[in-house]
Structures are given as structure tokens and as C-alpha cells.
């Protein structure tokens, strides 16, 4: 069965120290992945994406192929990162087209 | 450039009813998706439109139904509403198909009493 899994609901660090939040995916297939964020009071929004291989807010996510992960990476977190965040693979089958979230972290970065 | 809006922002129904809710994609967005997010099930995809045509369905009865417009404006529509419908609905518009590059509205909060 095609399946994202985050297996932290929470995650809670303190400012500056490293950060990793763990997407394990379960799809046939090469799917495309990605990373939303969703800060307090504001919209869902894209993070980043493994195609593009950027940083972003200093943020990174590596594809792992082997391991079917695509975990999320700060060296040094800040408050502002405090946020539920969501892995979602994007996959084209037989013409149909889905972005599928998985149950989402919510990441605290404690002072 | 007006983001994804969606009205109304909040709607609370009656068990039995229906319920119409509205999203305007980005100027020049072509593909609308609809999705449902709830503390349990999380976000859930309930469907996507593209040029008027359902292109794709998530795992919903079928109380639950959508159209597009001719200028790419999406409605949604669930009947005979459930107490278990109430939810955040959240819109979100891509210029192409084939991208899982995504602009979410604010959402429309619905609570079925």
C-alpha cells in the first residue's frame, strides 16, 4: 500500500540545537517529495522540494532511495522554526495526479 | 497578486443539510484541489479539477462533490451533512497539472451540529 509515514506527532528542541524531522514513504515508483509548513495563524505553504536540492530558512532534505526517506534538517534551529510540518510525496499514476500528506510533526523550539 | 481565496471562512450547519463552499485559485491558476484537514485524519485529498474536469478523487463518499468554472473559480458541495463532516476544508490552485507545487487558500472552517 502507497503510504507516508512522520512517526513523530512531536518534536521539541532547544533553540540552536540541530534538528531532524523523519519522513518514511512507501510508494512504487519514483514520486516526487516534498516538505509544507504551516507557521501559526498563517496558510499552508511549501518548504522545499527534493528535485530542487535547495535550502530553505536553512533547511534541507535529502532523497534516500535505499531507506524510501526524505528526512528534514536544520543544523541550528531557531524559534521561528516552530511549526507543524508536513512530508508529501507527489506521484503521477495512471493519469491520476495526488499531493498526500502524511499526519504531520509539530515541531516546538524551546528558548 | 491575490493569493487562493476561499469563502466563506466559517460556516456552522445542522446534521442533514448542504453545503456549497467557494475557492478562487490564483489569477491564471488553472488546477484546483480540495483538501480536508481534521485533528484525526489529518489532510486529507478530497479532489482535484482541472479545465472543468474532475481529474482525480480521494477516498469520500459520494455526499461529497465539486465543479470548476469556466474561469478556473471551484465550488464544493456536501450533502446530507454528518456530524463527522465537520472540518477545516482547504483549497489549493497550481498552474499546471504535474506539480505537486501547491498555493493553499485560508480555509473554510465547517461545524456540523
Known amino acids: 500500500a502507497q503510504r507516508v509515514t512522520q512517526p513523530e506527532k512531536l518534536l521539541s528542541v532547544f533553540k540552536g540545537a540541530p534538528v531532524e524531522l523523519k519522513c518514511n514513504y512507501s510508494?512504487?515508483?519514483?514520486?516526487?517529495l516534498f516538505w509544507y509548513v504551516q507557521y501559526s495563524r498563517q496558510r499552508l505553504q511549501l518548504l522545499l522540494r527534493h528535485i530542487s536540492r535547495e535550502s530553505i530558512k536553512g533547511f534541507t532534505a535529502d532523497l534516500n532511495k535505499g531507506e524510501t526517506s526524505f528526512h528534514l534538517k536544520k543544523p541550528f534551529a531557531q524559534e521561528e522554526d516552530s511549526a507543524m510540518y508536513y512530508c508529501a510525496p507527489y506521484r503521477r499514476f495512471q493519469g491520476a495526479q495526488k499531493l498526500v500528506f502524511g499526519q504531520g510533526t509539530r515541531l516546538t523550539i524551546n528558548p | 497578486k491575490a493569493g487562493v481565496t476561499q469563502t466563506p471562512r466559517y460556516l456552522i450547519k445542522t446534521r442533514g443539510q448542504q453545503v456549497t463552499l467557494s475557492c478562487s485559485p490564483i489569477s491564471g491558476h488553472r488546477s484546483v484541489s480540495w483538501y480536508q484537514q481534521t485533528p484525526g485524519q489529518g489532510l486529507q485529498f478530497l479532489f482535484e479539477y482541472f479545465s472543468e474536469t474532475q481529474r482525480n478523487k480521494g477516498n469520500f463518499p459520494g455526499r461529497f462533490s465539486g465543479r470548476q468554472f469556466s474561469n478556473s473559480r471551484s465550488e464544493m458541495n456536501v450533502s446530507t451533512l454528518e456530524l463527522g463532516d465537520s472540518a477545516l476544508y482547504l483549497c489549493?490552485?497550481?498552474?499546471?497539472?504535474?506539480?505537486?507545487?501547491?498555493?493553499f487558500g485560508s480555509g473554510t472552517r465547517l461545524t456540523v451540529v
Open positions: 489549493a490552485s497550481s498552474f499546471f497539472r504535474g506539480q505537486g507545487f501547491l498555493t
Open positions: 510508494y512504487s515508483g519514483s514520486p516526487e
